[in-house]
């Protein structure tokens, strides 16, 4: 409960050694996060920044925890910030290529009428489109990185469908590229 949370929170406040303090903020977010306390979470993650803003794992875990708060558009700022800083990093990029899909996926699954839901999720492709190119990103840096071949593999076979079934004639550049 609430006073595990406290001890958790007092175990990085007294450390001073910053390799330590490092590895118990490391501790602290992953305990949080476990109890669903995100907000507590990633406020310990961005102090881990500031002992060491190199750390990927605080970043990655920044901006993991910013999209589970529903600040998106903050998390895809951190991701592609973090994947121009370390650009084969595979964990981001997949995070980064499930959010996109997760938009597109936000945009027509609330619809029950299924002509009118395919309509929708073919006028949202431009994230599918995202999504597909990171996870193909992924899979050209590590082609043992099956999660983002399937996955690229996968989404390629939706569009393909959505594109054909509402598509018309005048498909998209961006998806006729895919």
Known sequence: GERRIGDVL??????????IQE?????????????????????QYRRGLEVNP?????RRQEALLLNRL??????????????RDAPDDMESISYLARIYKEIWW??????AEQGERMRVAYSASNWLVKSIETYLLGYRINLN????????LTLVALLDHLSRTVG??????????V
């Open 70 to 83: 529903k600040r998106v558009d903050e998390a895809i700022v951190k991701l592609e910030s973090l994947l």
């Open 54 to 58: 190199r750390n990927l794992e605080f």
């Open 23 to 43: 590895e118990a903020i490391t501790e602290a977010g992953a305990a949080l996060k476990g109890m669903g306390r995100h907000e507590l979470a990633l406020q």
């Open 145 to 152: 990185h099956v999660y983002s071949g399937v996955n690229a």
């Open 10 to 19: 007092l175990l990085t406040e007294e450390v001073r050694n910053p390799l």
């Open 168 to 177: 018309g004639d005048k498909a998209d550049a961006d998806v006729e590229a």
């Open 106 to 111: 936000d945009h027509w699954t609330p619809i």
